[in-house]
């Protein structure tokens, strides 16, 4: 594969840890894809299934945003061109900004909404507004993904929405990371954004990675059914960087502890390896051949409308997203909680999508109850959805960051 080779010389040495190396990596669980590598020398740290095909869901963005730093960069755009989203792009399914046929939204909000909200509808404006249709922008996407050395990857919308037809691996989407940082070093803190403020509210990041890693600056989350939970994230550590990718946790709780835990394996055997633990070799000496196995459907269709009916799942305050919340009450039933939850979404309507909905199970004085809370929200946002839902005579309680996930604070203590 002559491809990766020569991107990543391009920008740096190659070097393979090789398979005599004592370190050994962090065990992966089967069913998923990981591939880890240091992002200064290109070695790889980790890897399974890496050349296994999957689908990318929301990772796709990756290439939507890099075909828009290649457009800003030879003179074809600017950060400040202001776009507006067709019929299509209103019409896409969630995760939306919440475009409406003809709103206007500059392009350095819309490559925002796509990092920190994973926006469908701001990904289709972009790719409208750089190649005349969705159609046209995927398949500039798959052509660049091919000058990538990515040779296994073939796109077909902007926003990784499910397709049969679309498709990568990790070491592909590694290979898509490393190049976001590499050719385009003067954007890419817009991956590290914990927030975007669109039309005067404050959304943070869905990236919990991003937040919670030490070092963390990026870069993408993803979720369909038939991907599971996928994530990149590159972090710092001691001058040291690291890129890595996991695809198919089974859950948003599960694929930021199995990426933590990736990451910190991985610093401890860079630290740890001596020079000559490492030899000079290609990426493509290291990682897993070539599986032809088409793309496994990590949730089948019944799992995952079970997953998608029940939601929002019962959770505790540790995997409650990080930022601000509003508690709506406690409850002795589960459906009481969510009617509560559905209640409150309903009447603060926009705003209500923008903070994630989640029940919190207890359990007080012999009792199990149930405590629907929107979480992960900006300050101002919280303050201004309990005002709303107050004046409609529902319960509101603003919860800080330091009580929303903390199981020891004095909302969450059994009494």
Not at 107 to 123: F, G, H
Not at 132 to 146: C, D, L, P, W
């Amino acid at each position: 594969m002559a491809g990766i080779r020569s991107i990543l010389r391009s920008t740096l040495p190659v070097v393979a840890i090789t398979a005599t190396l004592s370190l050994a990596p962090t065990p992966v669980r089967a069913g998923q894809a990981v591939i880890v590598v240091d992002g200064d020398s290109g070695s790889v740290i980790n890897a399974r299934e890496a050349t296994q095909l999957w689908y990318p869901a929301s990772l796709t963005k990756m290439m939507t945003i890099y075909l828009a730093f290649e457009a800003i960069e030879r003179g074809a755009a600017r950060f400040t061109d202001m776009l507006t989203a067709s019929p299509h792009a209103a019409a896409q399914p969630e995760t939306r900004l919440g475009l409406s046929t003809g709103s206007r939204i500059s392009l350095k909000d819309a490559v925002l909404a796509l990092i920190t909200r994973s926006a469908n509808d701001a990904a289709v404006t972009i790719a409208e507004q750089i190649a005349g249709s969705e159609t046209a922008f995927a398949e500039r996407m798959t052509a660049k993904a091919r000058e990538l050395g990515m040779d296994r990857t073939v796109f077909r919308n902007a926003s990784g929405l499910p397709d049969p037809g679309q498709r990568t691996t990790a070491r592909d989407i590694v290979l898509l990371a490393m190049a976001l940082k590499s050719k385009f070093p003067q954007h890419y803190s817009l991956f590290s954004s914990r927030q975007m403020i669109f039309r005067g509210h404050t959304l943070p990041t869905i990236n919990g990675i991003v937040v919670s890693y030490p070092g963390a600056d990026g870069i993408k989350t993803g979720f369909t059914c038939g991907s599971g939970y996928n994530l990149v994230a590159s972090a710092t550590r001691n001058g040291k960087r690291l890129f890595a990718v996991l695809l198919g946790s089974l859950s948003r709780a599960g694929r930021s502890s199995e990426m933590t835990r990736l990451l910190d394996d991985g610093f401890s055997r860079l630290g740890r390896a001596s020079r000559a633990d490492l030899a000079v070799s290609t990426v493509d000496d290291y990682i897993d051949v070539i599986d032809s196995a088409p793309p496994p459907q990590q949730l089948n269709g019944k799992d995952c409308s079970i997953i998608q009916a029940a939601a929002p799942v019962e959770q505790t305050p540790a995997q409650l997203p990080t930022g601000w919340g509003v508690a709506l009450g406690s409850f002795g039933a589960r459906p009481e909680a969510k009617a509560a939850l559905d209640r409150a979404r309903a009447k603060l309507k926009a705003l209500g999508s923008l903070g994630r909905p989640a029940i919190v199970g207890q359990d007080r004085a012999g009792k199990h109850t149930y405590t629907a809370v929107l979480a992960g929200m900006a300050q101002p946002l919280a303050a201004n959805a309990c005002k709303i839902l107050r004046a409609g005579n529902e319960y509101c309680l603003v919860i800080t960051p330091a009580v929303l996930g903390n199981a020891g604070a004095i909302l969450w203590r059994p009494r």
